[in-house]
């Protein structure tokens, strides 16, 4: 049984952490987490391509290779999102860093707006293939989608949808330590 999502509202930006199943989410965007050729191995990648099917990396691969940091947007096959952005939270050999995942984020959300959408849903970039602690991804992660949502109206909801319970518990931390408006 999943705990409660753990959500905060800012301003019009609605954070929310929850566990579950990244391939399940029905949302506007599913971001993946990609190497920068774009090919869907393991991880969140072979999920996502498992679930939405070989189209989607057959599109990505299209468009690659990118730069570690930056997103591009394909299809979402047959997933319940409309969109697949593909963020390359790590290089060709895997590994990743404090700065990759940040601007893979930011990366991720400029697409989100760029393409006008509301909603998106980030796993945990980086933390499973490219092994990056899940307490300093989450606050990363979470600190680079409120400096998104002060200057940019879309996306208006961003769900980080983690895979265990430690993980959801640093995301809710992550979000739990913003400060209130004002305060």
């Not at 490219?130 to 409120?146: E, H, I, K, S, T």
Request: proline share 5%.
């Amino acid at each position: 049984m999943s705990p409660s999502p753990y959500s905060r509202k800012i301003g019009r930006l609605q954070l929310t952490a929850v566990l579950g199943d990244i391939t399940e989410q029905e949302t506007d965007a599913v971001v993946n987490a990609a190497n920068n050729h774009l090919w869907m191995g393991s991880g969140v990648a072979g999920a996502i391509k498992a679930k939405g099917g070989g189209v989607i990396e057959r599109q990505a691969m299209q468009l690659g290779p990118i730069e570690p940091g930056q997103a591009v947007t394909t299809s979402a096959g047959s997933l319940k999102a409309r969109y697949c952005i593909h963020a390359a939270a790590m290089g060709q050999d895997l590994a990743t860093s404090a700065n990759l995942i940040s601007k893979a984020t930011r990366s991720s959300l400029s697409e989100a707006a760029r393409l006008g959408i509301d909603s998106i849903a980030f796993p945990a970039l980086g933390t499973g293939v490219g092994g990056f602690p899940a307490d300093a991804c989450a606050r990363l992660m979470v600190a680079a989608a409120l400096s998104h949502g002060r200057t940019n109206l879309k996306p208006s909801s961003v769900t980080f949808v983690l895979r265990d319970e430690p993980a959801l518990g640093n995301f809710s931390e992550a979000l739990g330590s913003i400060p209130e408006p004002n305060a």
